[in-house]
């Protein structure tokens, strides 16, 4: 089950922030101010306002990247929910000074090796990369700290040293499926029983190469991305990360926690196409997507919403559409739809474990978040009954599908169910 | 489901060059193989400082992958679709025969296409973002690799790629034999490659990580004496006393997984089967560093090991190892047999007191005792070996270590040259002698086997521990 969730978003830091800035319809997408955008062909971008709000866990740390504090604070966000958040400790100086995040272990009551951290990460510490190599180029000289966290690997790595695991921990790098993928390799780990709870989400920050490199494809709206709407011009670019505690019912409920959601099932597919057109047809995730229902036991018409990819590319939403219409039917055009992207941008390799945790809170809260408002028409080629102008309620919603679609073509659909829906 | 995974493909490209017999043939030399100079002209490299890398010949990539479709891939794609594709030649599976969502794409890699990565930075910086090339940003993402693999033999499976330095070769090993266990995959493609681009190399350099040329006496007398350093004094030693750094490697492995069963049936020779996997992680290392977590490290490979003892069929029942092999411990005691002997290495796990004995512990001592060679990513850093030294005397706890193997002498740092040389350990292969040793180090405690005849393996256990923390372990058996 999930039993809590940590976000970073344009919306602010936290879950709350974003949760009230999607349901009111409102959008993180704003100029561009992390870099100069007058340069480039577009200028917005969904940023997490910084500096971070005082208590932040990492602050003191300068080996860590900007995408390792985004999701060292999902984490502990996501670890508090769930009632196993490790106290922040005093501890001797020289052991501040090595690692400075450092926390109690989570393990601590769970076991050695019986945590796991998952994450999706698409350019980790690019960021800090790009500062030391501009510096190297002649701008200003960053010293070799900044670069320590530079890896893809970095965010995960860094949740885990901070909160003392010692289970395993991966990091998937499969550009926009990275957080999708990360969470169904951690509920396999789980269900074979190599882990007793795992840290399952995505961390990215915003970057000039990835901010350069979409534009060059011409993948970029110029203003806030419309997915599904006619007209649309291609994705925002956003940064964040997100976090799921994800554990067995029984330990969850042994501690007195209600499950926010269960993780039912998920699936994973490629198109096998393009290095980046998805398939037209969308049958590589529309088989994603049937992959995760069959792995939930549940079928297409126990699927009362989807939460989804939802980019704004022309090109990726009608594939998407085509997928849910193989998948759904007859129902596809009335299934409600939501794309949080249209809030907080492309998360890259943290969005689908972003929209993972939106979905979760739909499940949760009964009610489905809008697109932004002033929304175009919908458009006829990919004809989603998407959530509009203010949200939908759905209070007996019992399961969802979110998927995330990649570059590469990787595919990667997560069912989601309330608690009730899959005890009955 | 859980089903008997094999190997029977097994496509590489190295510094050694094209193919299982190219690798087979340097590892049972124990040659290094010719270094090249890295680009220093990008103005990133400190002097003085590490100059030289293993690279994999592109150019005789030519037979496995036309220009037509190289020119289109950066350079990890264009050695990990040609790996691929001699796996599946090898197989004798056409790749036709691999298309469809019955087939999964693993693939570690620990830096991704870094001069595609690179470039395009150096052009948004230098000559503004509009200059950003849409070919090097497409190529610039760390799955371009696995989605190039897919979209040659159109493999429409679970398509993933894993980052986790050093630790990411296992990792990927591990979770396509899980997908084919499971029966999310029938088969799977999995390998790891890596590119140095001159930027990656510096950056190594700088961190302290790359060997560098610090000749001493007895390098200076072998020298004299004809004997061939390679890199010019810059050497992996892995396990040696002088070792200073690691070698910078490029190349691609890719191993075709499939179901024990179905390879039978398919008349195809299995080259080892794989019965466990498993991974964890050190907090107390740094980012870029190794940390002093040993004895929890070991603890953690023994737990791996107690999970899949069914698999590697022993009972639980500590039975003698055939000895008389050559173990590869030196210094510590020798033949520690029963459950309490407690830790009698002699060398500190750095963490506290080992792993204990228990009762609880027959299926893991049993499956170490079991266990006949050991396959170690130990490649010449100061810190990484030692800490690989302690984690697996704090696993075996006082129990004579089987044989270690270091390919990274050969192969360089790179985890496909690694993920090709376990492989072919459990298939039986000869290895040479440990390529860069000369002096054993009293403080690990062991030493690298020296490269006489050692029988076929039964049960191999393969270690890589990664700069960062990560840890990672695969258990292979012969087929």
């Known amino acids: 089950v999930v039993?809590?969730?940590?976000?970073?978003?344009?919306?602010?830091?936290?879950?709350?922030?974003?949760?009230?800035?999607?349901?009111?319809?409102?959008?993180?997408?704003?100029?561009?101010?992390?870099?100069?955008?007058?340069?480039h062909r577009t200028h917005l971008a969904a940023e997490v306002p910084l500096p971070a709000p005082a208590g932040a866990p990492g602050g003191g740390d300068r080996r860590l990247s900007l995408a390792d504090r985004f999701a060292l604070a999902a984490a502990v966000e996501a670890l508090a929910a769930a009632g196993l958040a490790p106290p922040d400790r005093p501890r001797p100086a020289a052991e501040r000074a090595r690692q400075p995040a450092a926390r109690e272990s989570v393990e601590q009551g769970i076991g050695e090796g019986a945590v796991g951290v998952y994450f999706g990460s698409s350019t980790g510490g690019m960021w800090e990369s790009e500062g030391f190599l501009a510096g190297l180029l002649g701008g200003p000289r960053r010293t070799l700290h900044t670069l320590a966290a530079q890896q893809v690997n970095?965010?995960?790595?860094?949740?885990?040293?901070?909160?003392?695991v010692t289970g395993p921990v991966a990091t998937v790098s499969s550009a926009c499926a990275s957080g999708a993928l990360a969470i169904g390799a951690a509920l396999a780990a789980l269900r074979t029983g190599e882990i007793e709870v795992a840290l399952a989400g995505g961390a990215d920050s915003l970057c000039q190469l990835t901010y350069a490199g979409f534009n060059a494809l011409r993948a970029v709206d110029e203003g806030p991305c419309r997915p599904f709407q006619s007209g649309r011009g291609g994705m925002s670019v956003g940064e964040g990360a997100a976090v799921l505690v994800l554990e067995p019912l029984a330990r969850a409920l042994a501690r007195g926690v209600t499950p926010l959601a269960v993780l039912a099932g998920a699936g994973a597919t490629c198109d096998a196409h393009h290095m980046t057109a998805p398939e037209p047809g969308g049958a590589g995730a529309a088989l994603a997507i049937a992959a995760a229902l069959a792995d939930a036991g549940l079928g297409p018409g126990d699927i009362d919403f989807v939460n989804a990819h939802g980019t704004g590319t022309p090109l990726n939403d009608t594939a998407e559409w085509r997928a849910l219409a193989e998948v759904f039917g007859a129902r596809a055009a009335s299934l409600p739809v939501t794309a949080t992207k249209a809030g907080v941008g492309?998360?890259?390799?943290?969005?689908?474990?972003?929209?993972?945790?939106?979905?979760?809170?739909?499940?949760?809260r009964g009610e489905l978040h809008p697109v932004p408002r002033g929304a175009a028409a919908v458009d006829p080629a990919c004809p989603v009954a998407l959530v509009v102008d203010r949200p939908l309620r759905l209070p007996a919603a019992r399961a969802a599908v979110s998927t995330s679609l990649a570059f590469g073509g990787a595919n990667a659909a997560l069912v989601l169910a309330r608690p009730a829906a899959t005890a009955a | 489901?859980?089903?008997?995974?094999?190997?029977?493909?097994?496509?590489?490209?190295?510094?050694?060059?094209?193919?299982?017999?190219?690798l087979e043939r340097a590892l049972a030399a124990g040659e290094v193989p010719a270094p090249a100079e890295?680009?220093?002209?990008?103005?990133?490299?400190?002097?003085?400082?590490?100059?030289?890398?293993?690279?994999?010949?592109?150019?005789?990539?030519?037979?496995?992958?036309?220009?037509?479709?190289?020119?289109?891939?950066?350079?990890?794609?264009?050695?990990?679709?040609?790996?691929?594709?001699?796996?599946?030649?090898?197989?004798?599976?056409?790749?036709?025969?691999?298309?469809?969502?019955?087939t999964a794409v693993v693939i570690a890699t620990s830096f991704g296409p870094s001069s595609f990565s690179e470039a395009l930075?150096?052009?948004?910086l230098t000559e503004g973002p509009e200059a950003a090339s849409p070919y090097y940003f497409t190529e610039s993402v760390a799955n371009a690799a696995a989605a190039q693999i897919a979209i040659s033999c159109a493999a429409r499976g679970a398509n993933l790629t894993l980052c986790q330095r050093e630790a990411g070769a296992l990792l990927a090993l591990g979770r396509g034999a899980a997908e084919v266990a499971a029966g999310r995959a029938d088969r799977a493609l999995v390998g790891a490659v890596d590119e140095i681009a001159p930027l990656t190399h510096a950056l190594l350099d700088r961190f302290g990580g790359l060997a560098r040329r610090r000749p001493d006496r007895a390098e200076a007398a072998a020298a004299r004496q004809g004997e061939r350093a390679a890199g010019g004094g810059e050497v992996g030693r892995p396990f040696d006393r002088r070792r200073n750094g690691v070698v910078a490697a490029q190349g691609a492995t890719v191993l075709l997984l499939e179901t024990e069963e179905a390879a039978w049936r398919a008349g195809r020779r299995p080259l080892a089967r794989i019965l466990g996997w498993g991974s964890a992680f050190d907090p107390s290392a740094p980012p870029s560093g190794w940390g002093r977590g040993a004895a929890q490290l070991g603890r953690a490979m023994r737990r791996l090991l107690a999970r899949c003892a069914p698999e590697l069929a022993v009972d639980g029942k500590l039975t003698s190892r055939e000895d008389g092999e050559g173990g590869s411990a030196i210094g510590g005691p020798a033949t520690g047999v029963g459950a309490s002997d407690g830790p009698a290495t002699g060398v500190a796990a750095g963490d506290g007191p080992a792993t204990g004995v228990s009762a609880s512990d027959g299926p893991a001592i049993a499956a170490l005792r079991a266990i006949d060679r050991i396959v170690s990513g130990a490649a010449g850093t100061r810190a990484g070996d030692r800490l690989e030294a302690q984690v697996l005397h704090a696993a075996w706890d006082g129990l004579p270590l089987p044989p270690v193997l270091v390919p990274k002498g050969v192969t360089g740092e790179y985890g496909g040259g690694f993920l090709g040389a376990l492989v072919l350990a459990a298939a039986g292969a000869p290895f040479g002698p440990a390529a860069g040793f000369g002096e054993p180090d009293p403080a690990l405690g062991l030493a690298p086997?020296?490269?006489?005849?050692?029988?076929?393996?039964?049960?191999?256990?393969?270690?890589?521990?990664?700069a960062g923390g990560a840890a990672a372990w695969v258990v292979l058996g012969a087929p």
């Open chain 2, 449 to 466: 086997h020296d490269g006489g005849p050692l029988p076929a393996p039964r049960l191999l256990l393969a270690s890589s521990l990664a």
């Open chain 1, 346 to 364: 492309h998360l890259l390799g943290s969005s689908g474990a972003l929209e993972a945790v939106v979905t979760v809170l739909s499940l949760a």
């Open chain 2, 38 to 102: 890295i680009d220093r002209s990008g103005g990133y490299h400190r002097r003085p400082g590490a100059r030289r890398l293993l690279l994999a010949p592109m150019t005789a990539l030519a037979p496995w992958l036309p220009p037509a479709e190289a020119r289109r891939m950066s350079p990890p794609s264009r050695l990990a679709v040609a790996a691929a594709r001699m796996a599946l030649a090898e197989a004798a599976i056409a790749p036709e025969e691999v298309a469809g969502p019955a």
């Open chain 2, 121 to 124: 930075v150096r052009q948004v």
């Open chain 1, 154 to 164: 970095g965010p995960g790595d860094a949740v885990a040293r901070a909160l003392g």
């Open chain 2, 1 to 22: 489901m859980s089903r008997a995974v094999v190997v029977t493909g097994l496509g590489t490209a190295g510094a050694y060059g094209c193919g299982r017999a190219a």
């Open chain 1, 3 to 39: 039993s809590g969730v940590g976000a970073v978003s344009g919306f602010g830091w936290g879950v709350e922030a974003l949760w009230q800035g999607l349901h009111a319809g409102a959008t993180a997408i704003r100029r561009l101010r992390r870099f100069d955008p007058t340069p």
